[in-house]
């Protein structure tokens, strides 16, 4: 929300203003700033270094909120570790210089060549979503004659209070194994010739405000902790997922990080297991906004349209969610192209796309000219991360912001690139 401030009548991000960069890379075009991706990222590391936990703790970036390999490598070089869900997070992960020692690998539908992979290169964890997962593991172990080691994700059955789309801690829930079964399904884990049972592991669901449901499930885990401790079965790590909210609308404030994770952490300081954490939306969200240009004012008989260069495909959160991003300009233009003082209208800020579902944010309060840019804020997580070629759109450059300099992370894509691995009928 933070992320740009005004200087000399353009916003900034640190020492760029975005006008600049618009003139530069041209638009739609994300923007990061390293300094908020390294602010966030500390503020886990120094909230655990309060409470005594940061020898036994490590913090592992859920990539999917932002794979950028430029973005991957400003974590690792602060010693991240990484939570990835796929084959191609596992290379992402790798090209940016990630240690494969601290990955942990979730998701409900592993497939035996991604396994593959993530043994070979040694990966810390593989966090296990079901019974059946646990077989194709095992076996894909034995044929590399190498022993994996596995944290179960435990559904705790714990209401996050989210948007039901991205929660994903309650029964009904197609992640995790259920809390009444977990406890045989390790029995049956410390069986397997090729599985080491290493941890536990939940996540509850995602943008969590309220402190409390994370440390209702981690009173859960532990007392499961403790029943497999009486069936001998040790527990190494506790794995307590993502799913820390951010501040999105300037009426809705976000808990700081050290707030979000006291109760939490409250539960964990007096155990021995190591720690681990898979913030995703909370690292990178406030560090990340999407540039783009007002191309059509259309004045319609019930609303008045703003259509801009940004659409559903660049930043689908509106369109899939009802997600709210504050939506400002980027330098004040007192006055139209008349030349009389701009007025402010109530604008549906809409991209080119051809879905009525193409919206960016409705009933927003500006005064617009064509060409004008805007800020589309807290846009760094699931933004560009979700984005698609929807319409055959090129997506978005991707620029990261490092003090004064501008650093093209990733290029725009051009149309015959879009369709280069397409093939004509012979
Ligand atoms: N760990 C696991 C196993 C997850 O499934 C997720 C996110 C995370 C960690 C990171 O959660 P976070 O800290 O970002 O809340 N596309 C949606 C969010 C989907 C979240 C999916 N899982 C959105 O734009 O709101």
Redesign the pocket.
Known sequence: MTLAFERNGSLCVEGVSLADIAARFGTPCYVYSRAALTQAYLSYTDTLRAHGLIDRAMVCY?I??NSNLAVLNVFARLGAGF?IVSGGELARVLAAGGSPDKIVF?GVGKKPAEITEALKVGIHCFNIESASELTTLNEVAARLECIAKISLRVNPDVDAKTHPY?S?GLKSSKFGVAYTEARAIYRHAASLENIKVVGIDC?IG??ILDPAPAAEAVDKLLALVDALAEDGIVIEHIDV????GITYRSDEIAPSTAEYLAPTLAKLASRKEKLIF?????LVGNAGLLLTRVDVLKHGIDKNFAIVDAAMNDLM?PAM?D?WHEIVKVQSTPVGADDTPLQKRTYEIVGPVCESGDWLGHDRNLALNEGDLLAILSAG??GMA?ASNYNTRPRAVEVMIDGCDAHLIRQRENAAQLFALESLLP
């Open positions: 859920a999917k909120a939570d979730s991205i994903t996540h995602s943008q997922g993502g799913g820390m898979e913030p995703g939306r909370s959160r969610y997600a997580a699931y979700m």
